[in-house]
């Protein structure tokens, strides 16, 4: 490969989130749970991140026609979206603009949709904000995740906001233009406003295709928040730089003032930049990227199918994490938990955190080197040798 995804640095003491929550560990404990990456950055952002360093003033900042181009070159060449940059509302993550989006377009009371086991920040924005979450809970068909749409049906009834994640974390899939197309006429139909995290969708593996929602046609693309992030991308999520991407003018416009009322309008220098060089110049760093991950990706299957033959591992058809049943051992939830954290020294998104029908599965990050991912692995086959079948 021509970039390198094998350098690793301990972020422990630098106040990284996943870091510091584990405490003092070995240095061969790494965090493998919260979705940042344990890979360097692309060399081309490090460089460009170091003149803004060493330019020395950083005053407010904005976006301009540098950035707007940026945006719309990748959304064109990666994701076949043909954007207008006056669509784009910049926001400090996507995260924010979840919790916009449910302050703008919904009132305290309303029900917001959403498809368990999903990424738990989708319903602290709502409860948080005095809505109420309805959920049609995605269900298990011949060891694929699918979407039930008689049910999806009857609880768009009740909702006014719709929370699309896709890719989906934690399960990995990649819905189908069918699929999407589908939830997007039920929710036209019962005048449901479709909110879609597409954070990862630049994280597709081979074999897959990501559909952006809103290409869909312009009647999907009139009734949608597209919010969309290089975060996951190039490993940028402490450089706060994430757009919603708006192409009704009304939504447009109204989203907008949302977000300043919130009193969130300066952003960082340092992520305008590292989006502007990423967006045209890491392509390729991002391609390597993605084949980094299946071989991890692959990896795992293959030691779980060696050693563990009675878990589950899920095809992974998108994100940097794998997603894995583990019900197989009897332990309850907590349990599980317990002993991952003890005795395997292995630090995972626990199943539970998505919801009711995440327990007993566990989320491991794969965007990290792979003498990582063997060193957890091989903790993991001793902390559980006496399931080995």
């Not at 593996?205 to 190039?234: D, R, W």
Request: proline share 5%; charged share 25%; glycine share 6%.
């Amino acid at each position: 490969m021509k970039y390198d995804f094998q350098t690793f640095h301990l972020r422990r003491g630098i106040e990284a989130i996943k870091w510091d929550s584990i405490g003092n560990q070995p240095d061969d404990v790494v965090p493998l749970s919260v979705a940042d990456m344990e890979l360097l950055s692309p060399p081309q952002i490090i460089s460009a991140l170091k003149e803004t360093a060493e330019f020395g003033m950083w005053g407010y900042t904005w976006w301009g026609e540098r950035y707007g181009k940026a945006v719309q070159h990748w959304m064109r060449t990666r994701h076949n979206w043909e954007i207008d940059p006056a669509w784009i509302v910049q926001t400090n993550g996507v995260v924010q603009g979840l919790y916009a989006a449910v302050r703008c377009f919904t009132q305290p009371g309303d029900n917001v949709l959403i498809q368990p086991p999903v990424y738990y920040p989708f319903r602290r924005s709502i409860e948080l904000n005095g809505r109420k979450t309805i959920e049609n809970p995605l269900k298990l068909v011949d060891g694929r995740y699918e979407i039930d749409f008689d049910d999806f049906a009857e609880k768009a009834k009740q909702a006014k906001m719709f929370i699309l994640c896709n890719p989906h974390n934690p399960v990995g899939r990649v819905w189908t233009p069918e699929e999407l197309r589908r939830m997007g006429d039920i929710c036209l139909e019962n005048n449901v406003l479709v909110v879609s995290d597409d954070i990862h969708f630049d994280l597709i593996m081979p074999g897959y295709k990501h559909t952006v929602y809103a290409t869909l046609g312009e009647k999907y693309a009139q009734n949608c928040i597209m919010l969309t992030a290089p975060s996951k991308t190039f490993s940028l999520a402490a450089l706060c730089v994430a757009n919603a991407i708006i192409p009704n003018k009304e939504l447009h416009q109204r989203f907008y003032d949302e977000v300043n009322v919130s009193g969130c309008y300066t952003y960082s220098i340092f992520g305008v930049r590292a989006l502007e060089v990423g967006y045209t110049e890491c392509a390729d760093w991002v391609d390597e990227l993605l084949q980094h991950i299946h071989s991890n990706y692959l990896y795992v299957k293959n030691y779980m199918a060696e050693n563990f033959p009675q878990i589950k591992v899920f095809d992974l058809e998108g994100t940097y994490l794998c997603w894995f049943d583990c019900r197989c051992f009897g332990l309850d939830e907590k349990a599980l938990e317990k002993k991952m954290v003890e005795e395997a020294k292995l630090y995972l998104d626990e199943g539970y955190l998505f919801g009711k029908e995440g327990a007993g599965f566990e989320r491991i990050n794969l965007a990290c080197p792979r003498n990582v991912l063997e060193k957890s692995l091989a903790r993991f086959g001793e902390a559980f040798a006496a399931y080995k079948q």
